[in-house]
Each structure stands twice: as structure tokens, then as C-alpha cells.
């Protein structure tokens, strides 16, 4: 299996081939595809073999080759995504493309942890989007072959061989900071309330007062997971604080640790070897954009930057990907 | 291997998080996050039992997997071998 960026001739001539594929690229370039074995979502940005980039000319695409027993793709609608795990193969991995906010990304933002038989099985994937240039003037797209979609989700359910297994990790350079213990009353995309260390409070205020700074996520420890939301809006005016994925109620969270050099942090915690040996990741537009990757390299790991990053949950400036190995 | 029963005491500690575990399968810790979140929003003895099931389901499908075997000693002790 591999990934690479090609031109959009290329990739017609591999799904024409029969080739079974998972891509990422702008959508004008996506629409002209012929149908075939193939799923998408909408993305200019990349982690590509030079560096971080921009592109509409190219698209980023993942190759399921010989080392699989079969694949199928799917699409999924409100109703029938809580299913998805049911569906998955008994032994192999399922990649999940969303596109960004739409309902369905918000209903599986908040209730994939419920699904039946959740993270009985690897479940990877990402969010699509758009040029930050065309925000409300386009909306991110799925692709099941031809078909697109706005609402749904699309899926690549992939059957390996018995002496192979998939494994999902994350590389997430974010660690809680000791500061203040931040409690949420309810469930949700946005908060006005939180309790900040056992006393309620208004949150945008406090965010505001203690000069927190945004570009850092809530941090959750998950049984040693650390599992990021990041902040997408503070209206001080509305008193509400708005994110790129929910906050649980029942969970403790802390404002991330600064991070001095994303690419140092980085690089430093992921193996300089890994890249060859990962079968899919991506890694979040945030982490693009605040750490100002563009045109600069990450351990040769390459994949689509996205607008919300999927490990069997939605998650959020982070890095994550699905290595397939040998079972011992 | 062999996956203690459900009546074992640790199936209810780990759920609880009662200690400090260090665990290595993502998908048993996401699990567990949800499973801890579920027994704090509804501490009724069904729903910790319909946890534990479902926890031991989990590790019967996946105990193939080296990070869950890994878990699972973890959990249990070395003993579970």
C-alpha cells in the first residue's frame, strides 16, 4: 500500500484500472473522476512528499493493494452510521471520511462513543473541507465513487489476511498543563458554562480573564489517551465559547502545556522510520496553520490535513494514523 | 489466554479508573473513557454489569492483538496467562 500526490490524469487511468483508492483533493478536480472503486473528500491542503502545501492541481491519494483480502465501500447517513462498526470486517480496518459541518459530522462527533461494539475494530479517518479562502461560499464534500454528498459519510471497510492486523495511534504533541481542572455541565460543540475547579463559572469571561490562549487545546486524559478539543470562537459579547469538537460532561480537562517548536516537539516524538511503514494518516489543519507547516517536512509522513481527525472518535489537533503489521 | 470472568473485582476498578493504569491499546482506552463516563452518569449495578460485558467482549475479539494481551495483563496481573 502507498500514498503519494498525482495529477488528476493519473489518478482517472488507477480507477480505471480497477484500482481501489482513497483520495483527497479539491473538489472541482474530484468531480471530474470517472466511478469506480474509490472514495473522497474535499481538501487543498496537504502533507505531501516536499512539505506542507497548498494545491488544487493535485490529488492525494492511498493505494489498497495486494496485502488486503477485500474492501467495500459505503455510504452512511444519520440513520444508518451507528451500524458502522457492525459492519466492519472481522480482521482489518475501516476508513471514514466526514464532511466538515454537516450534521452528521456533529451526530458523530457526539455519539460515536455509543455506537454498538465502538472501537471493536480500527477506525480511521478524517473530516473534509474547504480553502479557509471559501468559507461560506463552498461546503465540504464526501465521495463514494461519483456520488457526492454533503451529509454523509463515506467508508472503505478493508478485509485483511489473517497473519496481518491494523493498529491506530496518535501523535498528539499536546500534553495538560497544571493549571486549572475544567469541568463542562452538558455535552455539546459550545459551552457557556464550565467549572473550573469545582466552581462555576462563565467560561468565555474566564477565558477572557486569564488571558488563556486559544491556539492551545482542552486536553483530556483518557486512561493515559490524551484527547484534544480546540477552540474555534470566543464571543465575550454572546458569553459563549464555541469548539471544533465536543465537550463531554463528566470529563476533566486542562488547557494544554505551551509548545515552543511543533516540528521540533514532533519530530522528536515520532520514530524518524515511521513514515514508511504507515498505510494511512493525517494530521490536523490547525496544527497547519498555527504551527505554520507549509512548505515544511514531517518526518516524511505524508497524508491530507483535515478539519477534524478520526481514531475511532472525533478528535482534534492531532496527528493520527493506522499501521498495518504482522501478527506475531 | 484466558479472560477472567465477570464477577473478577478488577472489571469494576478498571471501569471506575480506581487506580493508575498504564494501558497501550487506543481502542481499550477510548472504550474505557466511554465505560467511566456511562457508570458516572448512571451508577445503577445493570449498567456497570452491561460494561463489563461488553469490556470482556472486547478483549475475547481482540485478545490476538498484542497491545490488548498487554492490557489485559495489566488489568488482571500476569496470572491471567
Not at chain 1, 467508508?155 to 498543563?177: C, R, S, T, Y
Not at chain 1, 507549509?294 to 489537533?317: C, H, M, R, S, W
Request: aromatic share 10%; with cysteine.
Amino acid at each position: 500500500m502507498k500514498q503519494a500526490m498525482f495529477d488528476l490524469a493519473t489518478v482517472q487511468k488507477k480507477i480505471e484500472n480497477g484500482e481501489k483508492l482513497i483520495l483527497a483533493g479539491d473538489e472541482e478536480l474530484l468531480r471530474q473522476l470517472p466511478d469506480g472503486a474509490w472514495i473522497a473528500g474535499t481538501i487543498p491542503y496537504f502533507m505531501s512528499e516536499k512539505g506542507g502545501s497548498f494545491t488544487k492541481n493535485e490529488i492525494y491519494v492511498t493505494e489498497l493493494t495486494n496485502d488486503i483480502l477485500s474492501a467495500q465501500t459505503k455510504s452512511y447517513s444519520i440513520e444508518t452510521l451507528p451500524q458502522i462498526y457492525l459492519d466492519a470486517p472481522k480482521n482489518g480496518f475501516s476508513v471514514i471520511i466526514l464532511p466538515a459541518f454537516s450534521e452528521i459530522h456533529k451526530f458523530f462527533a457526539l455519539k460515536s462513543p455509543s455506537f454498538e461494539k465502538f472501537a471493536n475494530s480500527p477506525l480511521i479517518g478524517w473530516v473534509s473541507g474547504i480553502s479557509l479562502d471559501d468559507l461560506g461560499k463552498a461546503t465540504p464534500k464526501t465521495f463514494k465513487g461519483i456520488q457526492t454528498h454533503e451529509n454523509e459519510a463515506v467508508v472503505f471497510h478493508v478485509e485483511l489476511p489473517p497473519n496481518k492486523v491494523a493498529d491506530i495511534q496518535l501523535v498528539n504533541i499536546f500534553d495538560q498543563g497544571n493549571g486549572d481542572t475544567i469541568k463542562f455541565p452538558e455535552d455539546g460543540f459550545s459551552a457557556q458554562e464550565a467549572i473550573v475547579n469545582g466552581e462555576r463559572v462563565n467560561f468565555a469571561t474566564y477565558i477572557e480573564q486569564n488571558q488563556i490562549d486559544i491556539k492551545l487545546p482542552l486536553v483530556a486524559d483518557v486512561y493515559g489517551a490524551h484527547i484534544n478539543t480546540s477552540f474555534q470562537n470566543v464571543d465575550t459579547d454572546a458569553k459563549r465559547v464555541d469548539f471544533y469538537a465536543p465537550v463531554f460532561s463528566g470529563i476533566e480537562y486542562k488547557i494544554a502545556s505551551p509548545v515552543a517548536n511543533y516540528i521540533s516537539e514532533f519530530t522528536s516524538t515520532v520514530p524518524a522510520s515511521l513514515g514508511e511503514s504507515i498505510f494511512f494518516s493525517c494530521n490536523c489543519i490547525l496544527n497547519y496553520l498555527y504551527a505554520d507547516l507549509e512548505g515544511k517536512k514531517l518526518n516524511d509522513i505524508t497524508g491530507p490535513i483535515t478539519f477534524g481527525e478520526v481514531a475511532y472518535q472525533l478528535l482534534n489537533q492531532t496527528m493520527t494514523y493506522l499501521v498495518i503489521e504482522d501478527l506475531n | 489466554m484466558r479472560i477472567p470472568g465477570i464477577n473478577d473485582p478488577n472489571w469494576k476498578n478498571i471501569i471506575q479508573n480506581k487506580a493508575s493504569y498504564s494501558l497501550e491499546s487506543l481502542a481499550t482506552k477510548v472504550i474505557l473513557g466511554r465505560m467511566n463516563l456511562t457508570c458516572q452518569n448512571n451508577s445503577s449495578p445493570e449498567v456497570m454489569q452491561n460494561c463489563i460485558s461488553e469490556l470482556r467482549s472486547f478483549f475475547e475479539s481482540n485478545a490476538h492483538l498484542q497491545k490488548v494481551q498487554n492490557d489485559i495483563k495489566t488489568i488482571f496481573g500476569e496470572g491471567v496467562l
